[in-house]
């Protein structure tokens, strides 16, 4: 018996969509299928890195798009959805492999997925649906449900949560959920949970892991600019200035034009290019509107100005399009195996090289090479946190 991953989600928006669809994907068919997608996967982009130790012998052209088939003896196959948060009355009363593909959702489909039997259940709203999400989504008049109870009913290991950009007090709620009953945390959006000291005591005392905050994708506008910023850096070129901006067609980005909801994303994705960068300059860092027929793509620009020898000038642009939902799960995946060990370790509070690795404000900022080399040490066993 492969021992199991059980996982509750609150939010079955995109991001829970192609978490659940890509994990059927590997599982189902081990990637053979084309995804539904105009960003074809080419045999070529997939290479398995020496350095990662994580990654087992079963690296092979059906694993491409995963950094590590195994992570610390856990394969897709072994992650387990048990239970389902969400308001909307699209979803909520529906079983998650339908919830998935309910409206507003629109993140591609790349593959069918089969009956869950896990009925999404209603969470309390609270400050999760925004003046411009309730435009577009109904909440649901079922009864709201008792979370930590469900939790504890269908002994989920992580509770992962994907609500919307400026859910602070909802998102608080469900930490609060957690605590009570004893499940681990890992926390996907811009509120500051794991990166927080009261929080990280909190769940230090209750002896419980929490991961986050605000995941950073696989290949995303984060990821990209902060290794940018480094490599600038490393090289002896002084930027002078950058920004990055950012346009998307889903529900994200449609709760995000309402700038009162915006800080904490602005902060967490400045502080991780910042972080960077020994010495202070303008940034500007954020998204930027909202464009319907993007859909779930999002497109960022990146800019970049600065000097190198003699003090000449250079810059840089550049334009990274994604379909958005699908570059966070393939982080999700490892964050929730690496969440697993820590919880077969008995480790408890902020898991710091997870953190670092998955997500954009982590308790500790660190390169990404850093991050990933600290990752896999922990995977190996050989770091605490
Ligand atoms: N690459 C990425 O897509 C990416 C990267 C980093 C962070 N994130 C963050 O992940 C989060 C989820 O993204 P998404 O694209 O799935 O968003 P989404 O808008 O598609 O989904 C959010 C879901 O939360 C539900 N919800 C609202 N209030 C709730 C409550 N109180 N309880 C339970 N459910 C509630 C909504 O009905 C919706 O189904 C967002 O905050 C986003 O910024 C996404």
């Not at 020994?278 to 999002?298: A, E, H, Q, T």
Request: with cysteine; net charge negative; aromatic share 8%.
């Amino acid at each position: 018996m492969r021992k199991k991953i059980k996982v509750a989600i609150a939010g079955i928006g995109n991001c829970a969509s192609a978490l659940i669809q890509g994990i059927e994907y590997y599982n189902s068919n081990g990637g053979e299928n084309t995804p539904n997608t105009d960003f074809k996967i080419k045999e070529s982009a997939y290479h398995s890195s020496a350095d990662n130790a994580v990654n087992s012998s079963s690296s092979t052209e059906n694993h491409i798009g995963l950094t590590s088939y195994n992570i610390g003896g856990y394969e897709p196959r072994d992650i387990e959805f048990v239970a389902a948060f969400d308001v909307a009355d699209t979803k909520v009363g529906k079983d998650l492999s339908e919830a998935i593909f309910a409206s507003p959702n629109n993140a591609i489909k790349i593959v069918d997925v089969p009956h869950f039997d896990v009925k999404v259940q209603k969470g309390d709203v609270l400050d999760g649906v925004g003046k411009h999400f309730s435009e577009k989504v109904n909440i649901s008049d079922n009864q709201t449900i008792d979370i930590a109870k469900v939790l504890r009913d269908t002994n989920a290991d992580v509770l992962v949560n994907y609500l919307p950009v400026g859910s602070r007090t909802a998102t608080r709620n469900y930490a609060e959920k957690c605590l009570e009953s004893g499940v681990a945390f890992i926390n996907a959006i811009p509120v500051f949970i794991a990166s927080d000291t009261n929080w990280q005591n909190r769940f230090i005392e209750k002896n419980i892991p929490c991961a986050g905050d605000d995941v950073m994708s696989q290949l995303g506008a984060t990821v990209v600019h902060k290794t940018l910023a480094k490599l600038w850096v490393d090289r002896g070129v002084i930027i002078d200035e950058t920004y990055q901006l950012n346009v998307g067609g889903d529900m994200d980005f449609y709760n995000m034009l309402d700038e009162d909801r915006l800080e904490d994303k602005r902060v967490s994705k400045t502080s991780a290019v910042k972080a960077m960068v020994p010495y202070d300059i303008p940034m500007r860092i954020g998204p930027s509107d909202y464009v319907s027929f993007l859909k779930n793509d999002k497109v960022c620009y990146i800019y970049m100005k600065g000097r190198f020898f003699g003090k000449v000038p250079l810059e840089l642009d550049l334009k990274l399009r994604v379909p958005d939902a699908y570059n966070s799960s393939g982080v999700m995946i490892d964050a929730l195996r690496a969440s697993k060990i820590a919880l077969d370790r008995n480790i408890s509070g902020p898991l710091e090289s997870i953190s670092a690795y998955c997500f954009k404000h982590p308790p500790v900022q660190m390169p990404y090479s850093q991050a990933k080399s600290n990752f896999i040490d922990f995977v190996n066993g050989k770091r605490d946190r």
